[in-house]
Structure formats: C-alpha cells, structure tokens
C-alpha cells in the first residue's frame, strides 16, 4: 500500500496492510536522530527525517504554535505580542516559554490585533506540500494552539480561569475575537487540499480535566463545532483531528459528538489506550498511545519494544490506530529506543496483528 492509502484505511477503521505512523520530535532530538541516520545508511545530506523513517504522513503547521522557536534571540516576540524566552531543562533540552502575555489587562475584546491569515503567501508551503506529496501521502493541516491555549498564551492561564467564572461576557467575546483565526486558516487549508486538520488545545492534567465539563461545554465545545462545521462545508470528506494532552475522558463523547475523527495522543500514564479503544473506537481513530514520559526516555530496548507490542496487540486491531509516542519525542531519548519503535513496528505491526 501506498502511504496514503495505508492512513485513510486506518482512518476508515479497516485494516490495511500495517499500522501506520508519524512520529513528531523536538528540533533537537529530529536533528540528532537525522545526523544517525545519514551516517548509518550513508544516504545523500539532504533526505528528510520523513521518508527515511517511513512515516505515513506529512505535516503543515500555521498559526500560534510556530512562534515556538521562531527565532535564536534569548527573548524574541512573535507576530501576536507574544514575548517568549529560551530556557534549559536538567537533561540539557532548551525550550521556549512564555515571558510576557500581551493581553493581561485587555478590557475590549475588539481591541484584539489579529495577524492576517488572508495573505495566499502563508500557505505557500502548504500548497507545495500537497502538490508534492499529496499522492502518496496523508497530509495534515495543523491549526493546533487553536482557541484555549491560544486564549491563554495571550491573557494568562490564571486571567482566562477567573474570566470563566467572574468575567463571562468577556469572555465569550474574546473566545469568538480569536475564533476568527482558526475559521480563515483552518478553511485556507481545507481550500488546498489537506486530508486532515488538526486541531488542539490541551484540556487534561495528568489525572483529570484542567476546567470543569460544563465549562468546556459552554464556552469551547460549540466553537469547535463551528469550526467543524466550516471545514466540512468546504469538504465533507475532510477527516479532523485534536490533540489534547493528560486525561480528557469526561468530554470524549462531546468531540465525538461534534464530529471528531482522530484523537491525539492518547497518552497513556493519563489515560489507558485499551480502554479508550474499547470505549469510543468505533468513532475514533487513536493516534499516539505509546508512553513518552516513562518508557520511551527512560526504559530499556526491551522495555520500548514491549510497549509498542503492547500498543498493537491491544489498539491496533480493527484500524482506527496511528503509531506515535503519545508527545514529541525529547532530545534526551536514545537513539536506540528511538530505533526500536520502528523496527518493532516493522516485524510485529502487519495485520492481522499475531503476537
């Protein structure tokens, strides 16, 4: 099978030839994995980390989560007032956080500035993207940082939590001012071609939901609907996907009910995968499942090949299941536990799954 066939199979809850994968990874662990690879298999400087992996799927990202690491400076500001500061962990790993949230003290929701989504050359990656891949690959659309977080980056988490219960009015007009956002480029990359697009907003502590379901109910769920709705006027076909981090079990039936197709990552030291597979997998393709907080960066060879043998032997069957460490892989990760994803996929993930 094609890349592309394998993934809509998956997508259609059939089995297809093996359990496809993408796997995301920190810029500095995609560097280190690339620079073995190349060396290993003595392939030409500029292959990308995609095909040599034999990843399934392709990605264009647009929106707030490029200001991640847009720039080299100790502190920089993005294209919404965002200032970001670059900071080290214990294992050595820099990341970007957040040093200054512009609207803290915002009053007038129609004060809000947003950056143009209009301009054709935004997506000029992404039409390239389709053009050239879009045969043999499933290509992704991602808008993620799409409402909650992007609410948050811009207010503060404490501000947007007191909104919510003291400041609702607000609140509501400030969720639709940025709504607007998503609904130009999530459209924009629907319009060209994109199999897939991905939304995400992390809603989910390590044990349970960072806002109440009646929150999320009121002031998110009917503006995903929106923007599901949007997406699939202009292509009924499109498959969409949201990425949540920690557990979300609560309000699983509302995206479902909204018409999720895909859910990320299912990360399982917060939720367990079999049992959201048993649960919701007639309406749901699960995309991650494998442990990236305990197994992947810590564990042995063995311990990463018995969680991937874990993960087919209970998720994949039926379809409606995409390899991946359940967050991008850290740049502290061997290299061999890396590798061991892959090649436990290769020898135990073609259906039907026998182990």
Request: net charge negative; with cysteine; glycine share 6%.
């Amino acid at each position: 099978m094609k890349h592309r066939e394998r993934v809509l199979t998956a997508l259609n809850h059939e089995e297809a030839d093996r359990v496809p994968i993408y796997i995301e990874y920190t810029p500095e662990a995609k560097a280190r994995l690339l620079d073995h690879v190349r060396k290993s298999r003595s392939v030409p400087l500029d292959s990308d980390l995609d095909s040599l992996m034999g990843h399934d799927l392709r990605t264009f990202q647009i929106g707030p989560v490029t200001g991640y690491h847009l720039r080299d400076e100790p502190e920089y500001e993005d294209e919404w007032g965002i200032r970001w500061k670059w900071v080290r962990n214990t294992a050595g790993s820099r990341y970007t956080e957040i040093a200054v949230h512009p609207l803290a003290d915002l009053t007038d929701p129609g004060d809000i500035k947003i950056p143009d989504f209009t301009r054709q050359e935004r997506y000029a990656k992404g039409i390239e993207l389709v053009q050239t891949h879009g045969r043999e690959y499933c290509i992704i659309g991602s808008i993620v940082c799409t409402l909650f977080e992007l609410s948050w980056y811009l207010r503060g988490l404490t501000r947007v939590m007191q909104d919510m219960c003291l400041n609702k009015d607000f609140l509501h007009a400030y969720l639709d001012r940025l709504l607007t956002w998503a609904m130009e480029a999530g459209a924009r990359l629907v319009e060209i071609g994109v199999d897939i697009i991905y939304l995400g907003d992390d809603f989910g502590s390590q044990t349970n939901l960072l806002i109440s379901p009646e929150m999320f109910r009121e002031f998110f769920k009917p503006r995903y609907a929106k923007l599901y709705s949007r997406f699939r006027e202009i292509n009924p076909a499109i498959k969409i996907a949201h990425h949540s981090c920690g557990c979300i079990l609560p309000i699983i039936d509302d995206f479902i009910e909204i018409g999720l197709d895909v859910l990320n990552p299912v990360q399982p030291l917060a939720m367990d995968p079999w049992e959201i597979k048993k649960r919701f997998g007639k309406h749901l393709t699960l995309w991650g499942t494998v442990d990236e907080q305990r197994v992947l960066p810590f564990g042995t060879v063995e311990d990463v090949a018995n969680e991937i043998k874990l993960r087919l032997r209970t998720v994949a069957p039926g379809g409606g299941f995409i390899l991946a460490p359940a967050h991008n892989v850290q740049a502290d990760t061997a290299i061999a536990n890396i590798l061991t994803i892959y090649e436990t996929l290769q020898a135990h993930g073609s259906y039907p799954i026998r182990l």
